[in-house]
C-alpha cells in the first residue's frame, strides 16, 4: 500500500525558507516519478514541482511551475525513499497546503504559511 508522509511546513516571513519533506513506502521509490502540489484556501489544486526516476536519463529531470521557478528546487533521495522541496524567497501567495503525490496516490498535506 503505498503511503507519502508530508512534513516540514510552518510559517515563514516573506523572503524567507522553508524545506518540505516526504517520505514514501509500500512501493520501490526510486522506479517513480515525484511530485508536489499545492493549494491555497479557494482555489484548485496547482502543480508545483515534479521529479522523475533516476532512470530517466534524458536530459532534465526536474520539471516547476512558473510561479516557482528559480524559488523553488526539488531533489530526492532514493535511498531515504523521501523527496525534497526546497523553498526560498517565499512569498505571501505560495501560502498554502503542500501535497506529495504519485500518479493518483496523495500523502495528508503541510500547510505552510507565509506572512510578516
Known amino acids: 500500500q503505498v503511503h507519502l508522509v508530508e512534513s516540514g511546513g510552518g510559517w515563514a516571513q516573506p523572503g524567507g525558507s522553508l524545506t518540505l519533506s516526504c517520505v514514501a513506502s509500500?512501493?520501490?521509490?526510486?522506479?517513480?516519478?515525484m511530485n508536489w502540489f499545492r493549494q491555497a484556501t479557494g482555489k484548485e489544486r496547482e502543480f508545483v514541482s515534479s521529479?522523475?526516476?533516476?532512470?530517466?536519463?534524458?536530459?532534465?529531470?526536474?520539471r516547476y511551475g512558473d510561479s516557482v521557478k528559480g524559488r523553488f528546487t526539488i531533489s530526492r533521495d532514493n535511498a531515504k525513499n523521501t523527496v525534497f522541496l526546497q523553498m526560498n524567497s517565499l512569498k505571501p501567495e505560495d501560502t498554502a497546503k503542500y501535497y506529495c503525490?504519485?500518479?493518483?496516490?496523495w500523502g495528508q498535506g503541510t500547510q505552510v504559511t507565509v506572512s510578516s
Open positions: 503525490n504519485r500518479d493518483v496516490c
Open positions: 521529479i522523475a526516476s533516476p532512470e530517466y536519463t534524458f536530459g532534465d529531470n526536474t
Open positions: 509500500g512501493f520501490n521509490f526510486s522506479r517513480y516519478s
